[in-house]
């Protein structure tokens, strides 16, 4: 039984195509820029300013603790000497849906939202910021409810067990329709102006600041804060920002019809029934325990953990198994990417160059290296950073191309940096922020170096410097959530201060600390 849906994603990107009134007439003839908006905080020409990261943190409660608020009130602390929040994507578990967005998002961060000493009286797609917050779509935040979860009148022995369970899993009745519950949050959601002259108006109102490829969204921090689009960047303090939506270029390539595709096809096939037998066992098994029992509600969190990790896995399996085509691939939002990669070299106003997105091209957390999706992720921004490398020549002089990649979907908190990749990724430092509330990963047993085959000869082409994640057993079990604080320093080529803000849950018991700066 699957517990989540991944639409397909050409319906995601016509989707929130629709959402944002794509290439409208009205839009094209303002000359508007639907893919950048301008924080209007009267500090952005600062060279030295701070930002927090956050990823993978919309859950609910856990049993006996809430680790999103944990890691929220670390922000709090630092939120003053911050601009704005980078989010790296799954704002809301388990499936995006509009029903958890006051529990999972709007209560966590209630004083970062304007009305927020009244939480319940905000409504999800009437949110103000007064600290900026720049998210990604998460694969979360698309997911839909299988048909057979969201009718009530379902009674089938899957459906009865799990309505048994004690899991918290975050489903209610329905799915995140396919983003729109994130689209209705974050972005300015153009499509609920029926007339031309409501629109015309809305525009001419917010689309006001003249950059140098159109007019663009402005952001006003405590008044008007909605993202032109799902996929866009920002220049703040010199630094261009480059926020992605990595679910529409992360299909993998299909499984060749050979007897070796055929062989790993059935390999694969035969892993998936044995993850379903083991996520009917988790989910019967749950039924037993007593959540008001303190060691039976840790034995649940570690239940709801495994079936989410199961869930992932199958998913990424399926991807394999179901496509025999050539995957889709969002090719226009990867040629932005490169066409606005290629001028942030070529301006002279631009100092440094961040991109963040969801799923991470590098990683050493348990489950994900290997996933098909990682590979694809990895390709594809390989084909757009060597793109831009053989345009811009050696304009960088040696700089990477990207000072810093920030990533979520791994459930933890990592800093790697990748070597000679073959490739325009290399040498570049990649931060992996996803463990700011949900079910904690550890970190994979064969360590911290990454091995790349290149035809017959494995390359060494990344290392892991840091990894915070769940680790330990029994009673010495850690759960270390975390997010970032990042410094932005220095004049001409920047420095990044990365402070790493732990709350991690032992014993029962929270312990806030912080980790030594990684100086990038």
Known sequence: MKLVRDPAIAKKIAKMQQRVRWQDPLIVGRNIDQTRLVLDDGQASDTEFSFLVVGDSGSGRHHGHNPQRRVAELMLQHHPECRFMLHTGDVIYLVGSSEYYQQNFIRPYAEL????ESPKQIAYDKMVFKLPIFPVPGNHDYYELPLVLSLLSVTTL??????????????????????NAYAKAFLDYLQGYLLPTQLSHHLDQ????????????TYQPGYFTRLPNRYYTFRYGGIDFFALDSNTFNEPQPLPHTKQGESDRQ?????????????????????????????????????????????????????????DQPPEVDIEQLDWLKQRLIASWKHPEVRGRVIYFH????????????????????????????????????INQGRPLVDLVLNGHAHCLE????????????NMHW?????????????????????????NEDRLIA???????????GSQKRRPYSCLRIDVKGEQQPKFIVRPLVAEWYQRQWHNYQLPPVMI
Not at 277 to 286: C, V
Not at 379 to 393: F, K
Not at 446 to 452: I, Y
């Open 359 to 394: 799923h991470p091209p590098y990683v050493t957390e348990a489950t994900k290296w290997q996933q098909a999706q990682t590979l694809a992720i990895r390709s594809r921004l390989r084909g757009v950073l060597d793109a831009v490398a053989a345009e811009i020549g050696d």
């Open 415 to 426: 800093y790697l940096q990748t070597f000679d990749t073959g490739h325009a990724d290399a």
């Open 431 to 455: 931060l992996v922020c996803g463990g700011s509330g949900y079910s904690l990963r550890r970190q994979r047993t064969e360590g911290s170096d990454l091995v790349e085959t290149v035809g």
């Open 206 to 217: 917010y689309y006001t600041t003249q950059t140098d490829t159109g007019k663009c969204l």
């Open 463 to 473: 290392r892991s410097h840091l990894f915070v994640g769940r680790n330990g057993h």
């Open 267 to 323: 390999i694969l096939d035969q892993r998936r029934q044995e993850l379903e037998r083991e996520k009917m066992q988790i989910i019967e098994a749950s039924a037993k325990l007593n959540p008001d029992n303190p060691s039976e509600a840790e034995e649940l969190d570690d239940f709801h953990y495994k079936l989410s990790q199961i869930e992932e896995i199958i998913l990424d399996i399926d991807k394999q198994l179901t496509t």
């Open 113 to 116: 939202i304007v009305g927020g």
């Open 158 to 179: 899957p459906m009865r067990r799990l309505l048994r369970s004690r899991l918290d899993i975050d489903v209610g009745w329905h799915g995140s329709g396919v983003g």
